[in-house]
């Protein structure tokens, strides 16, 4: 079974810019999830999708960053303009009822 | 309200000695309980669950967490660290559709 894909792994820019993160849960899981981890904590909840509609985005800076997550597959994760604080490793996470399972996670610089 | 406390911030044993790891949790109803572990440049993997069966649970490397409802806690434990063991460890809560998880710990193994 091929597990939760994200790309790209790694991502430098430079504040105001722009960028954008793509997440693949796995095949038929319906729930989908962004989490932000600034180095030394805790995955923090961006935003849950259950199949396509929001179920909770309320710690997503919505000035800043949006998602979506169309035709309840694939999910996309946006920041613009970007601040020196996200920082962080952005992961995606896909479930099965209680089953939760991580990517490997995006880590972005912003310079 | 929903809460997962990790109570050390940093563990560190030598190598072949057990292992503990804290986790208290705060729960309004019975939780889904989990351990993860996220090596360096890694997302996160299930280590082991724990969803309202036996109260001892066994996972993946010869870890094991044991559930106490009176004493709100799942630690985690090994009888005998493996250099390889060296991560960073998290404790998660599942209740009402939502994940919540702790600060983590670090375990440090010492040859």
């Known amino acids: 079974e091929a597990g939760v894909a994200q790309s790209p792994r790694y991502k430098i820019i430079e504040k105001r810019q722009s960028v954008a993160f793509w997440c693949n849960p796995i095949?038929?899981?319906?729930?989908l999830y962004w989490y932000q981890q600034i180095l030394g904590q805790g995955p923090k909840l961006l935003i849950q999708f259950q199949n396509n509609g929001v179920v909770d985005d309320s710690q997503l800076p919505k000035d800043r960053f949006s998602a979506e997550r169309l035709k309840g597959v694939d999910s996309t994760l946006k920041i613009q303009p970007a601040k020196l604080e996200d920082s962080a490793v952005y992961l995606c996470a896909s479930s099965f009822l209680e089953s939760q399972y991580f990517g490997p996670g995006t880590r972005l610089l912003v310079l | 309200a929903q809460s997962v406390t990790q109570l050390d911030s940093h563990v560190s044993v030598s190598e072949g000695t057990p292992v503990l790891l804290r986790c208290n949790y705060s729960s309004s109803y019975s939780p889904s309980l989990f351990w993860y572990v996220q090596h360096p440049n890694k997302g996160l993997q299930l280590l082991l669950k724990?969803?309202?069966?036996?109260?001892l649970v066994k996972g993946i490397n010869g870890f094991e967490a044991e559930f106490k409802k009176s004493e709100t806690s799942f630690h985690l434990t090994k009888p005998s660290a493996h250099m390889s063991d060296a991560a960073e460890y998290f404790c998660a809560l599942y209740n009402f559709n939502k994940f919540y998880f702790g600060s983590g710990t670090k375990l440090n193994v010492k040859p």
């Open positions: 095949s038929g899981h319906a729930t």
């Open positions: 724990y969803t309202s069966a036996a109260t």
